[in-house]
């Protein structure tokens, strides 16, 4: 079964400054996708970045980009110009080829210090 | 409305009750998932439907808990005889699909959840 780990309960940053949320998971599959999901307090989960695991181009959304190493199995959210409302729980998910269900790490408790 | 909607948003039921919760995913998704959510935990997966057929309920906890679509757009979650451990938010979740490669409809839409809390 595949597994999700983030390894970091919390973490803090200062606005304007970058941070880099730590996920790995283990998998026997060869092609995927990895996402990273932000939840803000109204709990609704909000795609922030996706990587398939195809692709050795590592994904970037504007400020948010990802450091992919499949060998390594390694998938880590670098937040750039942190803001404010940056401040959330944060989820790395993963998703097998053909799959249809998310599985999820435990996330990550981001907070932006003013 | 433009995006997945659950009701209620918050539930407290005692201990013994049954409960429904609703979801409204994205007009036109054909994939729907719920997820259970404890405290402080990531989501795990409960259910799967694609249309009005369930094809993955592997997640469900117990066999008192039960989610239907009847018609392949709104579904229901419902858990009896209620116990403390179902004490959660319950998200619902729904995507044009999941899962193909190459595919650009991949992302699945989450609504803001029910919290349920069993007293």
């Known amino acids: 079964a595949q597994t999700v780990t983030q390894s970091q309960p919390e973490m803090s940053v200062q606005e304007a400054e970058t941070v880099t949320l730590s996920c790995t998971y283990d998998t026997s599959e060869s092609d995927y996708y990895l996402f990273w999901y932000k939840q803000p307090p109204s709990r609704q989960m909000i795609l922030v970045i996706r990587?398939?695991?195809?692709?050795?181009q590592n994904a970037t959304e504007n400020r948010f980009s990802v450091n992919f190493q499949k060998a390594a199995k390694s998938f880590s959210l670098k937040i750039s110009d942190s803001q404010l409302g940056d401040a959330a729980m944060y989820f790395c998910a993963y998703l097998m080829e053909y799959g249809n269900k998310l599985v999820f790490g435990a996330g990550t408790i981001l907070r932006v210090k003013s | 409305g433009a995006g997945v909607s659950q009701s209620p948003r918050y539930k407290v039921a005692k201990r013994g009750q049954d409960v429904a919760l609703r979801c409204d995913p994205i007009?036109?998704?054909?994939?729907l998932f719920w997820y259970q959510q404890a405290l402080g935990q990531g989501p795990e997966f409960l259910t799967y439907f694609q249309n009005e057929a369930q094809l993955d309920k592997s997640g469900l906890p117990s066999d008192r808990f039960f989610a239907e679509r009847p018609e392949g757009s709104v579904s229901t979650l419902k858990i009896q005889r209620t116990q403390q451990e179902d004490s959660a938010v319950y998200l619902c979740?729904?995507?044009?699909?999941?899962?193909?490669?190459?595919?650009?409809?991949?992302?699945?839409?989450f609504g803001q959840g029910t919290r349920l809390t069993v007293v």
């Open positions: 007009s036109g998704h054909v994939s």
């Open positions: 979740a729904s995507s044009f699909h999941l899962g193909e490669v190459g595919s650009l409809n991949t992302e699945a839409f």
């Open positions: 990587q398939e695991a195809y692709k050795q």
